[in-house]
Structure formats: structure tokens, C-alpha cells
């Protein structure tokens, strides 16, 4: 099987929310996509491992955001790759409160949805939740992300938990000296590439900058990891 098939598949970029009694999260996700049109249905695809589909089992609500192009990689990096089980993603987050008590999040995105859960099914490592739509609106007339943009410019990666993940692709060998300044590194956390040509613009990072001059103090944009995280890349 040629899995790079796969990569064909158009997905967006978004936000899903939901609620546990007094608790909020919500995670990254890039599989919603609308179902029905009378009544306005959209499905959802979450790990069964995630604290997010947990809530969404127990509440039967959940919000979709749809995130802008722009987004910054540390907004993606907190609901992506960090636990709502370690940190309150929602604290430091612009939301509100819809109609079916789902957190809905605002901030970098461009429409949202709000969803009441009529089917699920278990697909294994997954749960698809179908929900009725009860309310939406616009927020900003700018590009949507799509998840091709977020692996092509944004450098992005699908972390092990996301049903788009299809494994990492294998690390270089060690390059020449006159290679060295312009290679790539990869986050062994969450796949970020730091790309010399284009450097870390959210970082105060400026393009051109080698990943051997990164300060001892850079992170990961994404997850905030060390720089001895990252390894290089062909």
C-alpha cells in the first residue's frame, strides 16, 4: 500500500471543544467536515485516548472552530500537543459559553459551530461524533487553514494521536560541513521543522539564522521543548 495516498486527502485545521461538569478543554483536530444539510449535521473524529472526546462522551455537545491561516504555531502547539489533563487550555484562551454550555473558541478563528451529538461510532483507536448543528456564525472574512498549508508552510506535523498520522519520515544522516548551516531539524516531540531559510518569525527569530546560532534559550514553538530535542533532517 502507497500510504502517501493519504496525503491527498484535503482536511482543515480547527479547534473542538466541549465540557465536563465545571471542566472545559479542547484540542486540534483536522477531520470535521459537514454530513447533512437539512438538518445541518457535522462530524468529528476524536482519539478515545484524548480528554477531549471523553468530555464529548459524557456531555453529548461540542463546538468546532474553524482556525485562520495566520494562526500563530504556539496557539496550535497548546491545543495540539498539550494535555488538557496538565494545563487549562481555555484559562488564557478568548471564548464563550454557547447555547449547550460548549466552550466555543474565538480567538484565530474565522467561523465556529455548535453541535449537539445525535450518533457516534468507535472506529477503533477513534470515535466519530455526528452532531446537529443549533448555532454558527462568521468571525472574520480570511483564509481558513487547511491542513496542507499547515504541513507545508507552517512546517507542521500530525501527532501520533491525530487519524492522519502515518508515521515519521526517517532522520538524516549526519550531512557535510558545508551542508550543516542550512540544514533542517525536527522536534522529536511534536515534528516542528525549524527551517534555517525561514527562521522562527513568532520567536523573533529572523530568516537565515542556522539552527546552531538559535540561542540556548529558543523552544519549540509548538510544544516548548529544548533545542536538544530536535534532530536533523534530510
Excluded at 160 to 188: D, F, N
Excluded at 206 to 231: A, N, Q, R, Y
Amino acid at each position: 500500500m502507497n500510504r502517501s495516498a493519504f496525503h491527498k486527502i484535503s482536511y482543515g485545521v480547527f479547534v473542538v471543544a466541549s465540557k465536563k461538569g465545571d471542566r472545559l478543554n479542547g484540542q486540534i483536530a483536522n477531520v470535521a467536515v459537514q454530513v447533512t444539510a437539512e438538518p445541518p449535521k457535522i462530524a468529528v473524529a476524536l482519539n478515545n485516548g484524548n480528554l477531549t472526546c471523553e468530555f464529548v462522551k459524557e456531555s453529548g455537545i461540542f463546538s468546532v472552530s474553524v482556525l485562520a491561516q495566520d494562526t500563530p504555531m504556539p496557539f496550535i502547539g497548546k491545543f495540539g500537543f498539550k494535555s488538557g489533563r496538565e494545563i487549562d487550555k481555555l484559562s488564557d484562551t478568548k471564548h464563550f459559553i454557547g447555547k449547550t454550555g460548549a466552550p466555543v473558541v474565538t480567538e484565530n478563528a474565522v467561523a465556529w459551530f455548535e453541535c449537539k451529538v445525535t450518533e457516534s461510532v468507535d472506529v477503533g483507536t477513534h470515535t466519530i461524533f455526528v452532531g446537529e448543528v443549533l448555532d454558527a456564525d462568521v468571525l472574520a472574512d480570511a483564509e481558513p487553514m487547511t491542513y496542507a498549508y499547515y504541513h507545508q508552510v507552517k512546517k507542521g506535523y500530525s501527532p501520533p494521536k491525530a487519524p492522519t498520522y502515518q508515521g515519521e519520515e526517517p532522520m538524516s544522516k549526519e550531512p557535510s560541513e558545508a551542508k550543516a548551516l542550512s540544514r533542517k531539524y525536527r522536534c522529536s516531540v511534536c515534528g516542528y521543522i525549524y527551517d534555517p531559510e525561514k527562521g522562527d518569525p513568532d520567536g523573533k527569530i529572523p530568516p537565515g539564522t542556522p539552527f546552531e546560532s538559535l540561542p540556548d534559550t529558543w523552544t519549540c514553538p509548538v510544544c516548548g521543548v529544548t533545542k536538544d530535542m530536535f534532530k536533523p533532517i534530510e
